[in-house]
């Protein structure tokens, strides 16, 4: 439960009951907020020198909110000197509202920007669609883990930015899993794709600016444009999201939540497999199952391995569409057994070690059952050899090293 939520129950709960309320409890709720200033809150109030008289293009989603909830679009679109030409659209579209793997398309509406999809045929725009661009504007909530495709469409704007010769503004946002944590293989290149599009670790620890800064330094794009990114205020790295003021947003169907946001970077990996990851569900990726799974075992099983900040309870559930979230998930309308984790301390959690274990505990308790698609686990994963962790230790290592050169924050 976050904070200010807790505060007011506890007043409503003391009103309600007239039990006295200690205020000293409730101020030190409130003010273990950090009041933290987005990039797009900067440029709007101090930096509207760097887009007047510009024409601009935009690429957000329903994740680029200013701090009263208003859409940056809505908010370039007020400014008399700003002219807001196209907004480009990631994975889940303009609004968010396509399931995983859907293409979406938009009809033109009048007084209205022109709206380019950057997912289906085209994923990168194209030099005819930035011809009449001063620069690129990118705003887009990340999560902090290497599937998540917006990271993949960011190194791919900024690629066609510098082919145009247009400059890009990263506006950035918070880590909402913190930037410390690093976890998980660094991807080698030969395992490139749209999910996995640079070599960092699954679990990166940097925020969309650093990582920005990063893919230009270390040359992880053809062409590198002017980049300018303008930090957060206030933002360290120790913050999880709801530790601040910047209310959650859904950044795509199935991320509902920080909790899931959480389990995501570990949980992701049942992707490659033939098990449920709890799409078709309310709790995406934070339950999985299969109707061949003996859920009190594989609980028991994985309760046994006392890994770090977590723990499982059985659960059985049934799979479904669900539109704009998810579109025929594995075992469809069949009863899944499986569990559901259970996060007792985040900051212990190490998410994709946790996914590792549950992986390779399926593989031992269903050796004739459980599926791993090497193919697609090679792009989720990073490297070929799926199963073995030798020297991870020294690939974070070195690129927690080189990493903190981008570093805008401490």
């Known amino acids: 439960m976050r904070p200010i939520k807790l505060v007011l129950l506890i007043l409503v709960l003391g ?3 007239n039990i006295p309320v200690q205020t000293d409890i409730l101020n030190s709720h409130i003010n273990s907020i950090k009041k933290i200033r987005s990039g797009l809150d900067i440029l709007l109030s101090e930096k509207m020198e760097l887009i007047n008289g510009k024409s601009i293009g935009l690429v957000t989603n329903n994740s680029g909110l200013d701090h009263k909830g208003i859409p940056n679009y809505k908010q370039l679109m007020k400014r008399k000197n700003v002219d807001l030409k196209i907004i480009f659209s990631p994975e889940h579209g303009l609004f968010g509202e396509a399931a995983d793997g859907e293409e979406v398309s938009y009809n033109q509406v009048e007084a209205f920007p022109e709206i380019i999809s950057l997912y289906g045929g085209n994923r990168k725009p194209t030099f005819e669609q930035l011809s009449e661009l001063d620069l690129i504007i990118y705003d887009i909530q990340d999560i902090g883990a290497r599937f998540y495709t917006y990271i993949s469409t960011l190194g791919l704007v900024m690629e066609a930015a510098a082919e145009a010769n247009i400059k890009v503004i ?7 899993i913190n930037g410390i ?7 080698e290149i030969k395992n490139q794709s749209f ?3 640079y070599p960092i670790p699954i679990r990166y620890g940097l925020t969309i600016g650093e990582l920005a800064k990063m893919i230009i330094g270390e040359n992880w794009i053809n062409k590198a444009p002017e980049l300018e990114v303008i930090p957060l205020k206030n933002w360290d790295r120790s913050l999880w999201l709801d530790e601040t003021n910047i209310n959650w947003v859904k950044p795509s169907p199935n991320i509902p939540s920080l909790d899931i946001a959480t389990i995501y970077p570990g949980m992701c990996l ?3 497999t033939n098990m449920n990851e709890g799409r078709g569900t309310n709790k995406p990726f934070k339950r999985f199952g299969a109707p061949w799974v003996n859920k009190n075992v594989l609980n028991d099983s994985l309760n046994a391995l006392n890994l770090p900040g977590v723990s499982f309870i059985p659960i059985s559930y049934i799979p479904s569409d669900i539109s704009g979230v998810a579109i025929n998930p594995k075992y469809k309308n069949k009863v899944c057994n499986g569990v559901e984790i259970i996060i007792n301390n985040r900051n212990n959690y190490n998410s994709v070690h946790t996914g590792f274990k549950v992986l390779m505990t399926l593989k031992k308790l269903y050796p004739n059952d459980f599926k791993i ?3 697609r686990m090679k792009k989720l994963w990073g490297k070929d050899n799926f199963g073995k962790l030798k020297n991870l230790d020294l690939e974070l290592d070195h690129f927690s090293a080189l990493s903190k050169k981008y570093h805008l924050y401490e």
Do not use: F, H, M, T
């Open 270 to 272: 049942l992707e490659a």
């Open 15 to 17: 009103c309600s009951q």
């Open 373 to 375: 698609n090497s193919k």
């Open 195 to 197: 999910v996995g599009y």
């Open 181 to 187: 944590k690093i976890e998980g293989p660094i991807l």
């Open 170 to 176: 990263v506006l950035d946002r918070p880590n909402p």
